[in-house]
C-alpha cells in the first residue's frame, strides 16, 4: 500500500548547501550544451537531418541544444508503434502500471536539480520557479500513481439478486499528447503520465521551444522501465505533424494545453470523423486566462499587492493563471497601485542563470515582439505607471509594466498577452469589481483579498473560474490541493491534478453474469 500523497517540498536556496549543489548542476548542463536528441519510435532512436535549434532565451547566440525533428511519415510510424504496445500495455494491471510513475518519481527527485538547471538553461526561467516546475512534476507522478491505484478497484454498483455484475475502468487507445514551453517538464509530465498510467500509449510532441528538457524527461521514463512504444517521443511542427495526428482516423484522443488559438483549432478538426474511423475522439484542451485579482477596503493592503506582484510578474508573466487584471475598489486603488509599482521596481531582472535575478526574459522572439506590441496598444488604453521597454540585444528582456485606469472593455484587458503586462482597473465597490472581473471569455484562475466575510462568501458563488483563491496569489496551485483547470474559453475543465483527471483517457465497461 503506497503512503499518503504529500507534495514534493521546494528548495530553501537561502541554504548555502542547496545553492552550491544547484550551482553544480548548472555547471553540469553548461557542459552538455549543444547536444544533439533523436525522435525515439517503438524504442528506436532515429536522428534526422533537419533539426529544432533550441536557444537560451536569455541569450539568444547560445544554442541548448538540437532536436530531430519529425516528418509526417515518422507521424505514422509513432501511430504503428503506439498502437502495438497498447496491446499489451493496456492488459498490464494499473496497480503495476502505477509502480513505473513511482520509480520515474524517484529518478526525478535524485536528478532534481539537473532537470531545473535544463528549464532555467532551455525556459528562462528562475531557480526558484524552476525548482517549483520540477517538484510540480514529481507530485503528477506520485498523485496518478496512486489515482491509478484507486481507479483500479471494483467500482461500486447496486446488486441484482442473480446476477454478477462488473464495472471497470479501461484505457482508450493511442493519445497525442501536446503540451506548451511554460512549464516544460510539470504539464508535460503530468499530461503524459496521466494518460499512459490509464493503460494508452501516447505520442509525445513536445513544445518546439523546449524541446530538449522534454527528452530529459522521457529519459527518465524510460529508465523507470516504461516499455518501448507506451510513449513515443516526437518533436516536430505544431502545423506540419500537429494538424496530421490530430486528423488521423488512428488516433483515439488528443491531450493539448496551450493557447485558445491552437485549442480551437484542435477542437475543431479533431471533431471531423475521418474516412476508416471507428470512434469519436475525445479531446481535452487546457488554454489560456485573463485572471484577475480583485482587493476591496477592508483587505490587508501589504498583503494583496505583494500577491499581485507576484502572481503578475512571476516567470515574466508568462504563466496561464498569471494575474493580468488587478481590480481594486476606489477607496483603496492609489494606494494599492502605489504599493505594487514599489515592490515591482525592486525586482531585480536578468539572466536567471543568477538566482538574485527574480524577472527573467521572455521565450523567444514572436514573444517579445507581440508584447511589445501590447504595450503599444496599452499605451493608448491605460495610463503606464511603470516599465514600458524591451531590450533584445542578448535576450528577448521586456521590463515589468503596469498600466493603470484602463478600461474593462480595452484589449489589454480582454486579451491573453502571455507577458509581465498588468492592467490596473478601478472599480466602485467589491460589487462592481465582482463584474468586471467575471467580464472575460476565460475564466482559469481568480483571487480576492478581502476580510469582509459576506463578500467572500458572495465571490465564492458568483466569481466564475476554475481556481479561486482568496487572500493568497492566484498562480502556483498544487497537485492534490488545488486540482487546477478552467471555465469558459479557457478549456474543458480538465482538472489536472485532480480525481477526474484519470477518467478523461478511460472509458467504462460494464458486464454481467447470471449466476
Ligand atoms: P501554443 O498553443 O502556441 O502551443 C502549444 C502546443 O501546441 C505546442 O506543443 C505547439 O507546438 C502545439 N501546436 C501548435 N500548433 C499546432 C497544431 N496546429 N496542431 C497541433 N499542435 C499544435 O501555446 P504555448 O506553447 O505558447 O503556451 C502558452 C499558452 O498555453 C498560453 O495561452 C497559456 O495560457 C496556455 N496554458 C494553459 C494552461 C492551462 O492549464 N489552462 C497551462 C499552461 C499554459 P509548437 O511548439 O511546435 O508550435
Redesign the pocket.
Known amino acids: 500500500m503506497m503512503q499518503i500523497f504529500r507534495p514534493e517540498p521546494l528548495t530553501d536556496f537561502s541554504r548555502p548547501e542547496n545553492a552550491e549543489a544547484f550551482r553544480a548542476a548548472l555547471a553540469k548542463v553548461e557542459s552538455e550544451l549543444g547536444l544533439k536528441t533523436p525522435l525515439v519510435i517503438g524504442g528506436k532512436e532515429i536522428y534526422t537531418d533537419d533539426e529544432i535549434v533550441s536557444t537560451n532565451p536569455a541569450n539568444h547566440r547560445q544554442v541548448i541544444g538540437r532536436s530531430s525533428k519529425a516528418t509526417r511519415e515518422h507521424a505514422e510510424m509513432a501511430l504503428e508503434a503506439a498502437w502495438k504496445a497498447f496491446e499489451t500495455w493496456s492488459r498490464i494491471p494499473g496497480v503495476e502500471r502505477a509502480r513505473t510513475l513511482y520509480k520515474a518519481a524517484a529518478i526525478l527527485r535524485r536528478r532534481k536539480h539537473e532537470i531545473s538547471a535544463w528549464i532555467v538553461k532551455e525556459a528562462g526561467k528562475s531557480w526558484v520557479e524552476a525548482d517549483a516546475d520540477t517538484a510540480e512534476a514529481i507530485d503528477f507522478l506520485e498523485y496518478y500513481g496512486r489515482e491509478m491505484e484507486r481507479y483500479s478497484r471494483p467500482q461500486p454498483l447496486y446488486p441484482l439478486p442473480g446476477e454478477d455484475s462488473v464495472l471497470e475502468y479501461i484505457p482508450l487507445g493511442v493519445g497525442i499528447i501536446?503540451?506548451?514551453?511554460?512549464?516544460p517538464v510539470a504539464?508535460l509530465t503530468g499530461m503524459t503520465s496521466g494518460a499512459f498510467v490509464a493503460g494508452n500509449a501516447v505520442i509525445l510532441?513536445?513544445?518546439?521551444?523546449t524541446p530538449i528538457v522534454a527528452y530529459k524527461l522521457f529519459e527518465i521514463l524510460r529508465e523507470a522501465g516504461v516499455p518501448d512504444g507506451v510513449v513515443n517521443f516526437l518533436p516536430?511542427?505544431?502545423?506540419e505533424i500537429?494538424?496530421f495526428?490530430?486528423d488521423h482516423p488512428k488516433t483515439r484522443f488528443v491531450s493539448?494545453?496551450?493557447?485558445?488559438?491552437?485549442?480551437v483549432?484542435?477542437y475543431e478538426r479533431a471533431a471531423k470523423v475521418q474516412p476508416g474511423q471507428k470512434w469519436l475522439k475525445r479531446v481535452v484542451t487546457?488554454?489560456?486566462?485573463k485572471d484577475a485579482i480583485i482587493v476591496d477596503e477592508t483587505a490587508d493592503l501589504e498583503a494583496a499587492a505583494q500577491g499581485i506582484v507576484t502572481s503578475a510578474f512571476g516567470f515574466q508573466g508568462q504563466?496561464?493563471s498569471a494575474c493580468s487584471r488587478a481590480i481594486v475598489v476606489d477607496a483603496v486603488y492609489d494606494k494599492v497601485l502605489e504599493l505594487v509599482i514599489e515592490k515591482t521596481k525592486a525586482l531585480k531582472q536578468g539572466d536567471p542563470v543568477d538566482p538574485t535575478n527574480v524577472i527573467g526574459p521572455l521565450i523567444d522572439q514572436g514573444a517579445y515582439e507581440k508584447v511589445l506590441s501590447y504595450i503599444e496598444i496599452g499605451k493608448r488604453e491605460g495610463r503606464l505607471v511603470l516599465g514600458g521597454e524591451g531590450d533584445p540585444t542578448t535576450g528577448w528582456y521586456v521590463k515589468p509594466t503596469i498600466f493603470a485606469d484602463v478600461d474593462p472593455k480595452g484589449r489589454i484587458a480582454q486579451e491573453?498577452i502571455?507577458g509581465p503586462v498588468l492592467a490596473f482597473i478601478r472599480a466602485r465597490d467589491f460589487d462592481h469589481a465582482l463584474e468586471i472581473a467575471n467580464d472575460t471569455i476565460y475564466g482559469?484562475t481568480g483571487s480576492v483579498y478581502s476580510k469582509d466575510r459576506a463578500r467572500i462568501e458572495k465571490a465564492r458563488k458568483e466569481f466564475h473560474v476554475g481556481n479561486l483563491y482568496f487572500n493568497r496569489k492566484c498562480t502556483g496551485a498544487i497537485v492534490g490541493v488545488h486540482p487546477?483547470?478552467?471555465f469558459n474559453m479557457?478549456?474543458t475543465n480538465a482538472k489536472?491534478g485532480g480525481p477526474d483527471y484519470l477518467g478523461l483517457f478511460m472509458q467504462l465497461k460494464s458486464s454481467s453474469e447470471v449466476l
Open positions: 501536446i503540451p506548451p514551453w511554460n512549464f504539464i510532441k513536445p513544445a518546439s521551444n516536430g511542427s505544431g502545423s500537429g494538424d495526428l490530430v493539448f494545453t496551450g493557447s485558445l488559438e491552437v485549442g483549432r484542435i487546457e488554454m489560456g486566462g504563466k496561464c491573453e502571455f482559469l487546477f483547470g478552467g479557457s478549456g489536472t
